[in-house]
Structure formats: structure tokens, C-alpha cells
């Protein structure tokens, strides 16, 4: 039986790899050191030449420019959570009905293919109303 | 790009179902939530029947009748499914209805529970009729998220919740290690598209040797997809799983992702095609390799250590994790001589197999779902130690039949589903000259007969249980679950008998249509990894 790797032994095929497959990560490669570099010197240029000034005031927790009223371990009304998830299903679904409103006026108006594409946004608009409708039957929106 | 839109309506038809029935599981009105079920077997019903209709219409990949097989096993399987998960959610809650209570839509789980079974159902369709690497993944991922949920809100004990954490997170790291497999197959051919990567990889083969990436994205691409059908490196997670989920939903845990994971590793396979090796019948070295390990190591563990189990459920677990490495077998065989008739074809055999062993592990379940254990303080418990079958078939006759030709039925005893399914691996696997796994084979078939075997005696022959103090075991109230069991049971002996469609019905899906050989060298693309 014999080893997978055997059958790539051929020294021709061995430097086609080497010459077409890793040479085009190349840019991946620039961009990861690009990323590990500037990070550091960010973190290093701080340490060096950053000025340090401590006190109470700084080292306070604020949000917004407000000070802090109590600890963020607090409970959330769990309807929060539930408008989240509502506000998600609206957030998807503009992110794809935007690409595709620009993309279907390029098509030929009429034709099979421009037909099919308003079918799929359609049905997709479906699932959202579903969605919605679900929300609704679930109480999402009952603030009792 | 018309032809995929005819393929996807039995799919199409299974979504729009599923989420009407998502809506009428939150009615105000009993009458209009007890539509749930009815609706869902009505929509499996009419997808069965659209996939017969366009029955012409076939995909692009190397299986190219795999999506009209796979999705009228699916719509038939899946009912038998509905029926067995019926009645799993909402018990307590219908009960306070009952009472006069008003209904809670917030609390209530039964619409979702409905929906998942058919959204789980719809990304299994899917799985047969991906031609694209990317549908293929989130075919999967579709199969596989509703199946986490079910897990979890099948009872209401910590066990379960436990299962559900255990199985999400075991799943996403499945599905990492495929789609970093996937994008690995990308790498080494360039597309997405299934007929372009194997024309690629067929073009690479006759020139040289196939890609190293694409081997790689396919070798951990299957690793991966061992989660799905719970082979060995990937396996752990099985018997908590069952044991934590409710039975009904341990069934489906025991056929759906199985059959998905199946489905997606005769998909990957094909990409690089059953044309290598000696006889040039087999696939590369190293798949091949790697499959002929973990199906032999799964078959083993899977078999040995189901012998040292007491729960039933845990049993099946590792049963179903045997029957992978069963099933695994085919798939290295794959399709023989082109033109081989069903004996030969291992993909024919394998695509057979899963729906036995789904109607087999169906009828096992839905026992253990049609009863349960009351204790002294009237709280219900799940059946789950062996001992809780004693004397079944004197009992309660009908259920302790249904477990009894089940798990002959798994053991693969001569008259019955299971020989009739086994019987096409062992030939397909000695025409492949695998005959040192078919003896790994037949060997695992006589260890699982001690566990088999065991469950039917326990049903069969010994006395019920007398202790005074000990849990009664009732029946629960759920015809539905009953009658998937009797169904079950007449499969397995009917289709024994009446099964060749069946099998002619596999013959079809398992058509193999090798890619195209090329072609004078401008029209072959040296392969690279894409450009940006």
C-alpha cells in the first residue's frame, strides 16, 4: 500500500507547485506581517512616548460620558434581547436587498433572468415577513 | 440555472410548509396548534410527489440521479420521523391549556419543534442536490443547527441542555474542519462548482497527479463530515447525545445527520471520482487510506463497546456508530465497472443501507418512546436501562415484537431488512478486493450479535419485572409514536420480502457518471490556486 504523498514524487510537478500555488499567497503573507508590525509598533510607540497620568477620575468606568450608576453584572429585561433578535432579522435583510437593488436595474427588464432574480428577492422578503410574523405571534411586541 | 430551480421544489415546497407551520404552532386556538403535525406530513407528502414528478430533471455532479433518490427516502423516512417525535414538545404546557390556563405563544415550543424536524428535513434535501461547494456547506449547517435546538428543548431536565451545549459545540468544530476542507479543495482547483472540480481534478490526474491541496481538502473534508455519520475520531459525542435528548429525538439524531453526512461524503468522493488506483476503479491513496482506517476502527469500537452498556439508548448509539463503519465500506468500494449491476455497486448498497438502518433504528426508538417510567411520586421518566424491557413482548406484545425484529433487524439476520441491505456491502466490498475489511466486516457482525441479541432476549424471554419498588413502566399516550414503531416493523419484514424497487430504486441513485476526460491541452487550465 502506498503512501498517499508517492504519488506527487515527480520533481517537475513538485516545482510547478511550489512555483504557481505559493507565489500568489504572497500578498496574504505582506498583509499579515503589515498587520503583526503595525500592531507592535502601535504598542510600543504608546509605552515609549505616551505620556502616563493616573488618578481616581481616569481610572473610573464611564459610558458615554456619563459616570457609572451601579455594576454591569445587572439583569436585562430579557425583552431586550427578543427586540434584539427583531432588529436582526430587519438589519439582514436590508444588507441583502441593497446589492441587489443596485444589481437589478443592469439587467434587461422583462426578460427570464430579470424575472428570476425579483422572484428570489421575493421569496427571500417572504421569509422575512415570516419572520416578523413569528415575532408578532410570539409577544415580542406586547410591552405590558 | 432553470433546471437547479425544478431540482430545489420539493425543497422549495418543505421551506414554505415549514413556515406556515411555525406560525400556526403560536395560535391562540387548540384546534389550530393540533394542525401543526397534519400540516408538516402533508408537506413531506407533497414533496415526495414532487420529487417523483421531476424525477427527470438531474443535477450536474458525478451522482446525478442522487437528489430523486435522496428525496423520496427522505419525505418517506421523514414521516415515519414525524410520527415519532409527535407529541414531544408542550406536554406540560397543553395540560395548564387544558386546565383553562391561558396558552402562552412565549413558553410554547411545539410550532418550532414541527419546524426544525422539516427545516432539518429540507437542508437533508439539499445535501443531495448541492452541486456547489458552498450550498453543500450550508446544506449541512441547515441540517444540522434545528437538530442542536431539538436537543435541547426535547426534555425538560439539565441532561438534555447538557447533550444540546455538547453536541453544538462538538458540531461547530465538525463543520470548521470540513469548511476549512472545502476551502482547501478550492485552493487546489480553483471553483466551487462540483463539474468543474471534477473535470479539474480528472484533467490533473491524466497530467500528472492530482493536486496535494485537493487530496487534503478532501481527506479533512471527511474527517469533518465523520462527525455527521459519527465515525471514530469524531464519535464521542454520540452516546451522551442520545442518551440526553429525548428518544423520540435520539431517533432522529440516528438517521438525519447520518444520512447528511452520507450524502455530502458520496459528494466529496465523487469530486475526485472513483478512476484511480491499480484497477483504476477505487478512489486516490489517500482518502482511500484514510477511509479504510476509520471504517474499520469504527465498526470495532462502535461494536465492542456497545457490549458493555445498560442503557438501551446508549446501546443504540454506539450501534448507530457501528453501522457508519458499516456503511463506510460501500463508499470505498464505490461504484465498480461502469454498468455493474447492484451487487457490485457500493454506492447503490450504501445509499440502501441508510434507509434500512433508518427504518430498523426508527422502530428500536419508538419503543423506547412508547413508554416510560412512573415513579412513586407520579413524576414520568424516560425508559432507558435494559432492565425496563424485561418480558416486553409479553406485556406489551406490539412493542416488544417491534424491538425484537428491529434489533434482529440491525444484527442483519437472514429473513429480514437488515441482511438484504448488509448483504450488497459484502459484495461490493469483495468485488473491490477489500477483502481483508470485509472480514473486519463480517467479524463486527457476529461481535454485535451478543448486544442484539441481548435486547431480544431481554424483550423476549425473560419475566417481567416484579420488584415491588421499583418504577412501573406505562405506556405513553402517543398513538402516533406507536404506529412508527408498527410500520417500522412492517418494513423490516415486508421490505425484505417486497424490497427490490427499493433496490432498483438505489441502483438508479447510485448511477455514477465519471467526469470527462480531456482534451487537447489548451482547453485544460493549469491548475494554480485562484487569483485574487
Known sequence: ?144 | MESMLTLLWPEIALFITTCVVMILGQSKFKDTRDLCPGLAAIGLIVSGFLAWYFRGVTSDAVLPHLPYYGKLVICGVGLMLLMLVAGSADRELEADAAKGKPFEPIRSTRGEFYSFVLFSLTGLMLCTSANDLILLFLALELTSLPTYVMVSISTNRNRSMEAGVKYFFLGALGAAIFLYGFAMIYGGTGTTNFEDISRTVAAQAAGGGINPLVILGVVLSLVGLGFKIASVPMHFYTPDVYQGSSSSVAGFLAFVPKAAGFFAILSICGLVGWSHGVTEQSLPEGPRVLLWVVAALTMTLGNVLAIMQRSVKRILAYSSIAHSGYMLVGVIAGPGPSGADFERNGIAAVLFYLVSYGVMTIGAFAVLACLEKKRSDGSLDEVDDIDDLRGLARTRPVLGWTMVLSSMGLLGLPPLLGFLGKLPLFTAGIGAKEIILVLVLGINSAIAAYYYLRLAYTCFIESPETTPNAPKVVEAPFAARRWAGVISMLCVVGLAVFGSWLGNLAEIGATYRPPKYVQPAAAVVPVSAPTP
Open chain 1, 1 to 144: 500500500m502506498a503512501m498517499p504523498l508517492a504519488i506527487h514524487s515527480e520533481p517537475a510537478f513538485v516545482a510547478s507547485l511550489a512555483a504557481s500555488d505559493l507565489s500568489s499567497y504572497v500578498p496574504v503573507m505582506i498583509l499579515i506581517t503589515m498587520a503583526i508590525t503595525f500592531g507592535i509598533i502601535n504598542v510600543f510607540g504608546s509605552l515609549v512616548i505616551g505620556p502616563r497620568r493616573d488618578g481616581p477620575t481616569k481610572s473610573a468606568a464611564y459610558e458615554s460620558g456619563m459616570n457609572a450608576v451601579g455594576t454591569a453584572r445587572k439583569r436585562f429585561n430579557v425583552r431586550f434581547y427578543l427586540i434584539a433578535m427583531v432588529f436582526l432579522v430587519f438589519d439582514i435583510e436590508i444588507i441583502f436587498l441593497y446589492p441587489w437593488a443596485v444589481t437589478f436595474p443592469n439587467l434587461a427588464q422583462g426578460t427570464n433572468e430579470s424575472l428570476i432574480w425579483l422572484a428570489r428577492i421575493l421569496f427571500f422578503v417572504f421569509t422575512t415577513v415570516i419572520a416578523y410574523v413569528y415575532g408578532v405571534r410570539k409577544g415580542v411586541f406586547k410591552f405590558d
